[in-house]
């Protein structure tokens, strides 16, 4: 059985280093994020707030009347959602074109199932390829976690934060978790902390170590749920809500190719893959797209939609070629990938070959 790797991205301080970003007088400063805290008598909470802004103790959900009293030399902000939705969807995308699935939790925080082309190897160059990335593009910093499940990749994503990358192999896991206060487990609040603290459980391992019935009578029917994840055998994947909006094939070469007959041909065969899995489902892709990896893993993507959506293996193939001719450099690959995404049920009867032709070729 092949292992699972999920990961978990998550933006550091989000809106707060959106606007430092975009305001760089704000560096170094405690930004709060939040209602407006008129002189400490505002009423509301805290959004989010720079690190800086921590030291100082405050954090998201303190009333704002609270940190002012804190910190009433912070730079206050109100929120300004549209710019953080802006920053987000860019990030979004940017993990789409990456491929593979994606279960975004909210403006800033992703989940990816990468599984089918990734090893535990390579999970660590892979994840600072994307933190890489987003820094590129956007100029913020994120906290990557990659794990067999997705608890334990928010627990690896939370473990060096801010800027931090955490890999935790299936091997390494019941080591990793074992010295981690309970508090570590998401949903694991204070109240329950402080019940298990007064049992004598103050990590993870001792939630190993403590019978189940004794963790029954504290927690009910989230009990076995709760030792399940602390002795490092849950393997929750993503919770995919409705039906796929993508599916993708990719391979990874033993030996960088360079010999464009071979990597053709494995593209045709991803492709004709690709397109029988489009029948069984009885779907069409509105947009095909190439992704192609060198050995210093560097992605290239590209991809093309259709007028029509479209399953038809010649011509997914006739457009993946041009899309590989178009980003190849000639340059040795590491993993070539083809993903079908904007899946639809259609009704194919009325569709002729032309209808299906790509925008730049109708
Ligand atoms: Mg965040």
């Known amino acids: 059985m092949t292992e699972k790797i999920?990961?978990?991205?998550?933006?550091?301080?989000?809106?707060?280093?959106?606007?430092?970003?975009?305001?760089?007088?704000?560096?170094?400063?405690?930004?709060?994020?939040?209602?407006?805290?008129?002189?400490?008598?505002?009423?509301?909470?805290v959004s989010t707030c720079s690190y800086e802004a921590r030291t100082f103790g405050i954090h998201s959900g303190m009333p704002i009347s609270?940190?002012?009293?804190?910190?009433?030399?912070?730079?206050?902000?109100k929120p300004d959602m549209r710019k953080y939705a802006r920053a987000s969807e860019s990030i979004m995308s940017l993990l789409r074109e990456i491929g593979g699935e994606i279960e975004q939790v909210s403006i800033d925080e992703a989940y990816m199932d990468l599984s089918s082309y990734l090893t535990y190897e390579n999970a660590s160059g892979h994840a600072a390829d994307i933190k890489q990335e987003i820094l590129l593009?956007?100029?913020?910093?994120?906290?990557?976690?990659?794990?067999?499940?997705?608890?334990?990749?928010?627990?690896?994503?939370?473990?060096?934060?801010?800027?931090?990358?955490?890999?935790?192999s299936p091997f390494d896991l019941p080591g990793f978790l074992s010295p981690l206060p309970v508090l570590t487990i998401p949903g694991v609040g204070k109240k329950s902390a402080g019940v298990l603290a007064r049992a004598g459980i103050s990590t993870i391992g001792d939630i190993v170590r403590t019978d189940i019935q004794v963790l029954q009578e504290i927690f009910g029917s989230h009990a076995v749920r709760?030792?399940?994840?602390?002795?490092?055998?849950?393997?929750e994947g993503l919770r995919e809500s409705g039906p796929r909006k993508s599916i993708s094939r990719d391979r990874t070469f033993l030996e960088d190719a360079i010999d464009t007959?071979?990597?053709?041909?494995?593209?045709?065969?991803?492709?004709?893959?690709?397109?029988?899995?489009?029948?069984?489902r009885r779907m069409y892709s509105r947009t095909i797209g190439i992704?192609?990896?060198?050995?210093?893993?560097?992605?290239?993507?590209?991809?093309?939609?259709?007028?029509?959506?479209?399953?038809?293996?010649?011509?997914l193939q006739k457009t993946i070629n041009s899309l590989f001719a178009e980003i190849w450099t000639g340059e040795p690959v590491r993993l070539i990938g083809v993903r079908c995404s904007g899946l639809v049920l259609l009704d194919p009867v009325q569709k002729t070959l032309l209808d299906y032709l790509p925008d730049n070729e109708a």
């Open 6 to 45: 999920i990961l978990h991205l998550d933006m550091d301080s989000f809106y707060a280093s959106v606007e430092v970003r975009d305001n760089p007088d704000l560096k170094g400063l405690p930004v709060v994020i939040g209602a407006d805290p008129l002189e400490g008598k505002g009423r509301g909470v």
């Open 261 to 280: 007959t071979v990597i053709m041909e494995h593209l045709n065969l991803m492709v004709l893959s690709l397109s029988h899995e489009l029948t069984e």
């Open 291 to 315: 992704r192609i990896r060198n050995r210093n893993f560097i992605t290239r993507t590209k991809s093309v939609s259709f007028m029509q959506p479209v399953r038809d293996a010649r011509i």
């Open 137 to 168: 593009q956007e100029k913020l910093t994120c906290s990557v976690g990659i794990a067999p499940s997705r608890t334990y990749a928010k627990i690896a994503s939370e473990y060096q934060k801010p800027n931090g990358l955490t890999v935790i």
């Open 226 to 235: 709760l030792h399940e994840i602390a002795s490092g055998t849950d393997r």
């Open 66 to 77: 609270r940190a002012f009293e804190l910190c009433p030399q912070a730079v206050f902000l």
